[in-house]
């Protein structure tokens, strides 16, 4: 048996008062790493045969109609659990500017998957991203931090384009919800997984230091 850990972000990495107020980290975890592959796949074909025709599911470029119905699918499911780690991006200081944030942020969100808990084999699928100083960054941090986090536990990485894995356009749409939640306090797709949700960390909700 194994664990599969799908990861993804949502936010701007841009620091100052007009830009978005958060960065989201996100990470679907299951035991089926083909959950919703088929039911995602049946949703495309649906809404193409209703002339929307959609290379992946991506939540912040979707129609609305559109996200409802995927969290149509997502919300009657028992078979992942979120974990969400929030930033906010104020209270980030200049010298982690622009993806140092990167590494609080992993340590947090693989300490809370980790927990007490004895994992088996674990694999970890991170979306890419288009930046390349970023996607090395991120590649860098990752494997730094699951190497600190996960111990004895074996585990792998591997960066895949969100079209490869059902569950990263999954992950897309959590992490979405939960940043729609913080920025905006809108709750409509949120309140549909809230069940799933076992850590959504405010990472920097003690701290009194704001930098704009």
């Given at each position: 048996m194994?664990?599969?850990a ?8 841009t ?9 989201v ?15 995602l ?34 919300a009657?499911?028992g078979?992942?659990?979120i974990?969400?780690?929030v930033?906010?991006?104020?209270r ?7 993806y140092?944030v ?9 300490k ?12 970890i ?14 590649v860098q941090?990752?494997?730094?931090r ?14 895949h ?35 799933k949700?076992?850590n ?5 909700k ?7």
């Amino acid at each position: 048996m194994a664990i599969y850990a799908f990861l993804d972000e949502s936010g701007e990495y841009t620091f100052h008062a007009k830009s978005g107020a958060y960065l989201v980290y996100t990470g679907v975890i299951t035991a089926i790493p083909t959950l919703f592959s088929h039911e995602l796949a049946k949703l495309k074909y649906d809404l193409l045969a209703e002339g929307h025709c959609l290379e992946r599911f991506h939540a912040s470029e979707d129609k609305q109609s559109v996200r409802d119905r995927v969290f149509d699918v997502l919300a009657p499911s028992g078979d992942f659990a979120i974990h969400s780690i929030v930033v906010r991006k104020n209270r980030i200081n200049p010298s982690l500017y622009k993806y140092g944030v990167y590494s609080v942020a992993y340590r947090t969100m693989l300490k809370y998957f980790v927990g007490d808990r004895k994992l088996p084999q674990t694999h970890i699928i991170v979306d890419t991203v288009p930046d390349k100083q970023q996607q090395t960054a991120l590649v860098q941090t990752l494997k730094s931090r699951a190497d600190d986090a996960m111990g004895a536990i074996p585990f792998s990485i591997d960066h895949h384009s969100s079209f490869a894995h059902a569950l990263l356009q999954v992950a897309d749409y959590c992490g979405w919800a939960v940043y729609k939640k913080w920025q905006s306090g809108d709750t409509r797709s949120y309140d549909r997984i809230r069940n799933k949700i076992k850590n959504e960390f405010d990472l920097y909700k003690n701290g009194d230091m704001e930098y704009y």
